[in-house]
């Protein structure tokens, strides 16, 4: 299983766009193949950070998700909107622990 | 490393007591050995559905800090406050990629 964190900071004049974005972007993805969790969410200390929280079967699937040309628009889209931060980090995971 | 993903959903009566809370509870958090990241964010979907995201260098320091006093407290607290469905999982990782 493949657990991935993602950030990004949205300039003022476009966190409400931005927010709009990581919503749909959440609806589609969730659909796609091997997806098992996919949540957009904003930081409680910082707003306009937001964090993109992953989890995929298998880091082919995560691929698969990425080559779509829709995961490219909206990078773009981001880009445009003057997001100078954004980073996706993907981790193979192993022993599970549930804490509480 | 750990990687650790927790969530819970406040009754609306105690969402802002519980944004602070979360609030608070990062901050002393990132002082404790061993914490790596530690973000507390609220899901652009679902308003008062909290993500708690945590990165440790070992389980032995992420369960230093749940054996710690202020975390019991915290807990009791929020079930005081009505939250039932607080979710801490943890997951130890390989393979790391940087995709964005």
């Given at each position: 299983?493949?657990?991935?964190h993602g950030t990004l900071t949205a300039p003022v004049a476009h966190a409400d766009a931005i927010r709009q974005l990581l919503r749909q972007i959440a609806q589609a993805t969730r659909q796609?193949?091997?997806?098992?969790?996919?949540l957009v969410s904003e930081d409680l200390e910082l707003p306009g950070h937001f964090i993109i929280t992953e989890q995929w079967a298998s880091l082919a699937d995560m691929e698969a998700?990425?080559?779509q040309p829709a995961v490219g628009e909206a990078v773009a889209a981001v880009h445009g909107m003057g997001?100078?931060?954004?980073?996706?980090?993907a981790w193979e995971v192993g022993t599970q622990t549930d804490v509480i």
């Open positions: 299983m493949i657990l991935s796609e193949a091997g997806c098992q969790l996919y998700h990425l080559a997001v100078t931060d954004l980073s996706i980090i």
